[in-house]
């Protein structure tokens, strides 16, 4: 119940294109859903949130979009960059609790 | 830069032996979070302190250990080491312990057991 299903593990994508990374989760105690950015060598990095209560949040050039009756979330990166490669997570917490419980992640490359 | 400091980066250590990873939260940040990253089991949470106290436990083993210190930097204690164990060990921390808060990595301590 405690877990969150993300897809794909890997991804390539022309740069300029758009980047689709989806995440899906059972337990509808989650209450928080961040996405983390990890570049070789360093931790995982906070990106953008969003909360059940939003069906969408973006910042630049990311985009969370959330479906709390499918239990489904999602980033989209648009006019993806080489820059953008990296290993991107999906997490939730549960509400009252601060653990994050992470996806499995999934290798971006954008080719130039 | 994160401000999470972790130290040290790389540590290359023997089975059966005791190991300390060290974590120095950004400035103001009361909870500290301690983190697996493996290639099998991905990111897992070990263990939460806010403000000295233990908060939450993961999937930690009985052989792990934490602390955190008055000045709040916190210490992860890895003993009898283990082929099994060679990972990644990051630390984050957040401002306090209310849910919702962001968590902030450091760069993490790569643990190899040989």
């Known amino acids: 119940q405690q877990q969150v299903k993300q897809s794909p593990q890997s991804l390539i994508v022309q740069k300029g294109g758009i980047s689709i990374i989806n995440c899906a989760y059972e337990?509808?105690?989650?209450?928080?859903f961040p996405w983390y950015q990890q570049f070789p060598g360093k931790g995982p990095a906070l990106l953008i949130a969003i909360r059940p209560d939003v069906s969408e949040k973006k910042e630049g050039r990311f985009t969370i979009s959330f479906n709390k009756s499918a239990k489904q979330f999602s980033l989209h990166i648009m006019d993806s960059q080489p820059g953008d490669s990296a290993t991107y997570f999906c997490a939730a917490t549960i509400q009252g609790a601060q653990k994050l419980v992470f996806g499995q992640g999934t290798r971006l490359t954008i080719n130039p | 830069d994160s401000g999470v400091t972790q130290t040290p980066k790389h540590l290359i250590t023997a089975t059966g032996q005791r190991v300390t990873l060290r974590c120095s939260p950004r400035?103001?940040?009361?909870?500290v979070y301690w983190y697996q990253q493996s290639l099998d089991q991905g990111l897992q949470f070990l263990i939460q302190y806010y403000n000295g106290e233990e908060r939450a436990k993961g999937n930690i083993l009985e052989r792990f250990s934490a602390q955190q210190f008055p000045d709040l930097h916190s210490e992860l204690n890895l003993s009898s080491l283990e082929l099994g164990d060679s990972a990644l060990y990051f630390c984050a921390s957040s401002a306090d312990g209310r849910s919702n808060q962001p968590q902030h990595f450091g760069d993490g301590t790569r643990l190899s057991i040989l």
């Open positions: 337990n509808t105690a989650f209450d928080y």
């Open positions: 400035s103001g940040d009361l909870s």
